[in-house]
Every structure is written in C-alpha cells, then in structure tokens.
C-alpha cells in the first residue's frame, strides 16, 4: 500500500515538475519577443501585427505593412497545402518576403500556428528561414518569412520550377549540408531543443545561392535537455516518416534524422519517396535502394543529372544516407554526427 502510494505521489510530483518546466520555458521564450517586437493594433479591423525587430524589418511601419498583406490576392500566392497558402508580398522592387495564411477554422490550425511561433521566435540560423513577424485577425493568422527566390528543393528536384538551375552534385551537397545543419541547429544548440517533425523536400527552401534554409515548424515539439522523447500523435508525411513512430507514438530526435536520410536519397537518385513507380511495385524509395546498395550497384539508382560525379562521394552520401535510416533508432547517428561525416565526404577528397 505504501509502495502504490509512494509511487502515485512520484508520478503526480514529475507531472507537476514537467508541467511547470513547460510553463517557464514558455514565459521565457515569451519575455524575449516582448524585447525585440514592434506591436501595431489596428481598432477597425480587429487585427494585430507584430513586427520583429532586425535591420530587414528597421524601416517598414507596421501600419503599412498590414495593408500590404489585406491587400494579398489569388496572384500572389506562391504555394499552398494542408497547412495553408503562402503568398509573395513585394514591398519595392528590391524586398520581398512570404507570408503563410492560416485560416483559424480548427483547434489544430491554431495550435501549429502557436507551435511555428514558439519554435521560430528566436531563431537566428544562416540554415532556418527566418521568421520577420505575424499579424492575426479575427479569421487568419499570418506568419511573414524571408522570400527563398529559388523556392522549395521538391520544386527545383522534380522538374515543377521555373528555375532553370541545374542541380548538379555540387550544388546537392551543398544542400543536403547546409539542411543538416539547420536541423542539428534545432536539436543540440536551440534552448529547448526542437524535433521538427515534418522534415522533407517540400520544407527545405533555397536562397538565392542555393543555400538550404528548414522550414515549416507547424509539428515542430521543444524538448527539454533531460527529455529523450515526446509524446504526440503521429502526423508528417508519408514516406518521410521513420517506422518506430507510428508505434511508439513518440516524437524523438532520431525520427528527425530518418526524415533526413529519405532527402538525402532523394538528392542521390532524383526520385520522390512516393514516386508512383514504387507504389506500382509495392515497395519504396527506402527499401528499393537498400536492396541496390547492398550489392554495391549504387550507380543504378543514382540521378541520371549527375553525370561524372566522383564516385567515392556518391558512395559515402549512399553511406551516410543508410546509416541515417536504420530501422533501429538507437543505430542512427545524431545529426551533429551526420553533418561531420558529409563534411568528411569534401574534405578527404581535397586531401
């Protein structure tokens, strides 16, 4: 009896102790916007805009730019999905950023704009897209980016974009390093640490150097140091999602780095997760290139477009790609690891 009710009052104890950790975490997060946001309410409309501050945003009025985005139409919008749309706001010839709508027709909707806010409101990384803003009214939360020129890697990799840039290896290697950095960013440097969840193609952006910048913190989870994991329900896409989870229902830093492998093939062979040639056969991306890798034909399933590409990188990107997606989690390495062994890959080549 005594032992049930010691345990009950542990359990009830760390609760409390986890509850409140949440708590502060958050009041902190809060009191550091508080310090660099610029608030404009506007009485007739009901909205609110909310403007951080940063030289990109120093010499824009709050007023000015809530009209602009009232003023969004059907021909600005740049992209949309289950998340919502993402319009192109051009404030002068010279600036431009993307702002995301989302509706407020759902609990869930509100909270992944509150989950996007408390992941992305303090964030400085040359890898995550930075986010400049909100402005939320009775029927819409807006969250205003940097505007990526060259758009999402999915659009410029599966041939839908208007960019004529060629992704030649180099150019893929500096993408697949540039996104690992930006997600072991969110895991090992960010106070709490953040599990984005929804790593894919569609979510790494390009700048106007082809630089990989993470977007998209709609699932993302914080984490405290002392955490290994956190419960949630499954959500992400399809084919980009590591198989513990959808058992396990926990969200962990491992299921991050398996998202990661499944992009990092993508950049190898040029074909989609769910590409339509995988369902006819019954198989996927994942376990269609095990099976090549193993008998060391990397070469066939390698991207076409990549022609005369050293072949020990290719291999060692094969690698690396595999060990990201072992199906034990406790297998995979972190992604601080992940990003020592791609910069490996350029490194003993130049010596």
């Known amino acids: 009896m005594e032992k049930s009710l010691l345990l009950a009052i542990y359990i009830t104890s760390s609760s409390i102790a986890l509850l409140a950790a949440k708590i502060f975490i958050s009041l902190l997060l809060y009191k550091r916007w508080r310090r660099k946001q610029r608030v404009y309410e506007d009485g007739l409309s009901g909205g609110k805009m909310v403007m951080f501050r940063s030289p990109a945003m120093q010499s824009l009025t709050s007023n000015s730019f809530m009209k602009k985005i009232l003023k969004l139409s059907n021909k600005d919008i740049i992209g949309s999905g289950g998340y919502g749309t993402v319009y192109k706001l051009m404030i002068n010839d010279s600036m431009a950023f993307a ?31 930075t986010l400049h803003g909100y402005y939320t009214d009775p029927r819409d939360n807006y969250l205003i980016y940097e505007f990526m020129p060259n758009g999402s890697l999915d659009v410029v990799l599966h041939g839908r974009s208007t960019n004529k840039t060629i992704l030649d290896w180099p150019t893929r290697y500096k993408i697949a390093v540039g996104a690992a950095r930006g997600i072991s960013y969110l895991h090992d440097d960010c106070i709490p640490h953040i599990i984005h969840r929804d790593i894919k193609s569609s979510n790494i952006l390009l700048d106007q150097n082809m630089n990989a910048r993470v977007s998209d913190f709609g699932l993302a989870t914080l984490m405290t140091a002392d955490e290994t994991h956190v419960s949630t329900f499954v959500a992400g896409t399809f084919g980009y999602l590591a198989p513990e989870y959808f058992d396990t229902l926990k969200a962990t830093t491992k299921g991050d780095v398996y998202s990661f492998g499944v992009v990092l093939l993508e950049l190898l062979t040029g074909k989609k997760p769910t590409d ?15 099976s090549v890798v193993k008998e060391k034909r990397e070469e066939y399933v390698l991207d076409r477009r990549l022609e005369d ?43």
């Open 309 to 351: 590409c050293p072949v020990d990188e290719i291999n060692s990107a094969f690698a690396i790609a595999l060990m990201c997606l072992e199906l034990e989690p406790a297998k995979r390495p972190t992604m601080a690891e992940v990003v020592k062994m791609l910069e490996q890959i350029k490194s003993e080549n130049i010596v």
């Open 99 to 129: 702002v995301k709508r989302l509706n407020k027709g759902s609990s869930e909707r509100e909270r992944g704009f509150e989950r996007e806010l408390v992941a992305m409101g303090d964030i400085k990384h040359r890898n995550i897209v």
């Open 276 to 290: 339509e040639t995988f369902v006819e056969e019954g198989t996927k991306l994942v376990t269609w290139v095990k």
